[in-house]
């Protein structure tokens, strides 16, 4: 298997804009996972889901940020507006069962200017 | 709230030297425990974790972890550490709901010295 895939690796976009992060886990993973990770804050659970539902959105920081998973090989990220603080690394992990063992992707790297 | 304590933000290590990572979890109960690894510009990888049962575990790269109920503490050990050792370290915990929502610390970043 190719591992979790995420596109794109980096996007650089301007205030204002709408950015749309994808993932496709790893086949046969029921469960997806949204971090993101910055310098302050660390590593943050934005969302999860188990079998393509949401199961908790707690840590999406605000209404600007939407997730979706319309099947269970792919799921998107959105922002939008984007503003210069959503700048991080953004990183999508699937697991065969719940919080197991998690597979990372490599990242998305945004940059809001 | 459960939260993840790493006390070192950054530790500095001469090759071939032992290693201990540090770990602290609050949380009601038990959790999971585990430690990932993080290289430069990569996604995070798994080293070890903690379900039950033996409270030493083993991990890939040689890797060992002990829970210690007592002290709320899951440290991270390795005996003789190489170069390509360095790299960012996380603790997390798995909290034990329905569906295992995985919490990470701030990491502890490791630098080796040849």
């Known amino acids: 298997d190719a591992g979790v895939i995420q596109s794109p690796r980096h996007e650089v976009t301007e205030m204002g804009q709408e950015v749309t992060l994808r993932c496709k886990p790893i086949s046969g993973h029921n469960s997806l996972f949204w971090y993101r990770q910055t310098m302050m804050r660390g590593l943050e659970l934005l969302i999860y889901?188990?079998?393509?539902?949401?199961?908790?959105d707690s840590g999406m920081p605000e209404d600007r940020f939407s997730a979706k998973m319309p099947n269970a090989s792919f799921s998107t990220l959105k922002i939008q507006p984007s503003e210069p603080r959503d700048s991080a690394v953004y990183f999508c992990a699937s697991s065969s069962h719940k919080g197991e063992k998690l597979f990372f992707g490599s990242g998305t790297q945004l940059s809001v200017l | 709230a459960q939260s993840v304590t790493q006390p070192d933000i950054h530790i500095t290590v001469s090759e071939g030297a032992s290693l201990e990572l540090r770990c602290n979890y609050s949380y009601g109960a038990t959790p999971y425990l585990f430690w990932y690894v993080q290289s430069p510009g990569q996604g995070l990888q798994l080293l070890l974790k903690?379900?039950?049962?033996?409270?030493l575990v083993q991990g890939i790269k040689g890797f060992e972890a002990e829970f210690k109920r007592s002290q709320s503490s899951f440290n991270l050990r390795k005996p003789s550490v190489h170069w390509s050792d360095a790299a960012e370290y996380f603790c997390?915990?798995?909290?034990?709901?329905?569906?295992?929502?995985?919490?990470f610390g701030p990491g502890t970043s490791l630098s080796v010295i040849p």
């Open positions: 889901f188990n079998n393509n539902v949401p199961i908790d």
């Open positions: 903690y379900f039950s049962g033996d409270t």
């Open positions: 997390a915990v798995g909290l034990k709901t329905s569906y295992d929502k995985v919490i």
